[in-house]
């Protein structure tokens, strides 16, 4: 594998955009090396400037589910722009999608769009706040859920990635409502209620990606609609990532737990920049213009971004068995690696929801971001080195998922493992 077109390429972004790149995670600097400058996309392939190929397992952080360069995809969103790239005005397409997704969630009645998950979860907690008429929210450490002030604090992904969980630039001011717990530790909740004097809402991951894949288990987010509903606190899924992507209504088509708000992005713009939040009507009616709570976008709503959401989404609606598939596809690398760092003498623990997979290179369990906190980063450092110069592309962090496409085929699949056992017998030299 040659890099030398994306070493100047990096050297010339470096030279006028921060760090290179347009968002910290993409610039590879937890695992070292170059990030290739990427070419263009095809089906499960990306291929980057300098001609190499890879077996994509990021899809965008997430997003295209149904690979790069979807045929169905691409011709909703040409059709769209035959018609203009924006309006600024109501346009038909985001009723079609938003009857789509208060179809498809039995907790959403209405919906507003966005231009990105942050956007979405700063708006959602900006409702449940003028809803409740409380200033204090949970969330929990490794829990990522966009750059927004209040919730840049403990926070997984790119956050942690550089071990700066809480950023510089954030006046305590616009922390100090935040009061952070453990993930999967009920009682870490509890001290949370008892200390505040009014919670608004708690925020979770119920299927944390932003810290490698660390589910919550069922009796937690039990333990958290408890809470919630004794204290009048709203609970708010965030499905940014989890969203269509561990099952057609992510955490929620697999747990009992209903939320009383979610949070959306990713597949629902299918690559285009698309966010959205929903709950119960009476929550929704608070919201500008309808009730008090301002909240805009220029570009919310983009019918573009609408047309590629909506094919998007017309396409998983059509496929019942797809998450089955993606998830035995999942099962199966995961398994695959597991094989192979057990032949490399190298501990490994993996889990898998729906399309989404993760693994830490740890001998013990994971099951909340001070467990994360404690896997073998550097180990993982050189596997995805080493992965990349066998052609395929794993996410740049162990706090991050990885995901299955309709387009990763089992050959892929297959050739993914062949490429792990051989990084992993260097390895573990
Ligand atoms: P965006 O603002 O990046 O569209 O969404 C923020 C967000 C909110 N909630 C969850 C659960 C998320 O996973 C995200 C964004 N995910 C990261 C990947 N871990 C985006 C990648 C990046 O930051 O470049």
Request: with cysteine.
């Amino acid at each position: 594998m040659g890099y030398e077109k994306s070493i100047e390429a990096f050297e010339a972004a470096f030279k006028v955009i921060p760090g290179g790149v347009d968002s910290p995670v993409r610039a590879f600097k937890s695992v070292g090396g170059t990030p290739p400058f990427i070419a263009r996309g095809e089906g499960g392939y990306l291929y980057d400037i300098d001609g190499n190929s890879y077996i994509d397992y990021v899809q965008s952080w997430g997003p295209l589910i149904f690979g790069h360069n979807d045929a169905d995809i691409k011709a909703a969103v040409l059709a769209a722009v035959e018609n203009g790239l924006s309006f600024g005005a109501p346009t038909t397409i985001e009723t079609e999608l938003a009857i789509e997704i208060v179809g498809m969630f039995d907790t959403i009645d209405k919906v507003r769009f966005v231009s990105s998950g942050t956007e979405a979860v700063m708006s959602a907690l900006r409702l449940a706040r003028g809803f409740t008429g409380r200033d204090d929210i949970v969330k929990f450490t490794g829990c990522y859920h966009g750059h927004s002030d209040s919730l840049l604090v403990q926070a997984g992904s790119g956050a942690a990635t550089f071990g700066n969980p809480s950023s510089p630039g954030v006046p305590a001011d616009l922390t100090k409502h935040t009061l952070l717990a453990q993930y999967n530790n009920i009682e870490s909740v509890k001290k949370c209620f008892a200390d505040s004097e009014g919670i608004a809402c708690v925020i979770i991951e119920p299927i944390a990606g932003n810290m490698g894949l660390v589910p919550a288990t069922e009796e937690f987010l039990e333990g958290l609609r408890a809470l919630c509903d004794e204290y009048g606190a709203l609970l708010i899924f965030d499905e940014v990532m989890s969203g269509f992507r561990a099952s057609l209504t992510g955490a929620q088509g697999i747990s009992t737990v209903k939320p009383d708000m979610v949070t959306l992005g990713k597949v629902i713009g299918a690559g285009m920049p698309v966010g959205a939040f929903g709950a119960r009507a009476e929550i929704m009616a608070m919201l500008s213009p309808e009730g008090p709570v301002y909240q805009a976008g220029t570009l919310s709503g983009n019918p573009v971004a609408m047309a590629a959401g909506l094919a998007s989404l017309k396409k998983l609606k059509a496929a019942p068995g797809l998450y089955d598939e993606l998830n035995s596809r999942a099962v199966k690398l995961m398994k695959g690696f597991e094989e192979a760092a057990a032949e490399a003498g190298l501990g490994l623990v993996t889990d898998t929801r729906g399309s989404m997979f993760g693994f830490f290179f740890s001998d013990k369990p994971i099951h909340s971001f001070e467990d994360a906190l404690g896997n073998d980063t550097a180990t993982f450092a050189k596997f995805h080195q080493g992965m990349l110069n066998e052609g395929v592309y794993l996410a740049c962090s162990s706090f991050e998922a990885g995901f299955i496409s309709t387009a990763t085929s089992d050959e892929m699949i297959e050739a993914t493992i062949a490429a792990a056992r051989k990084v992993m017998q260097n390895l573990g030299k």
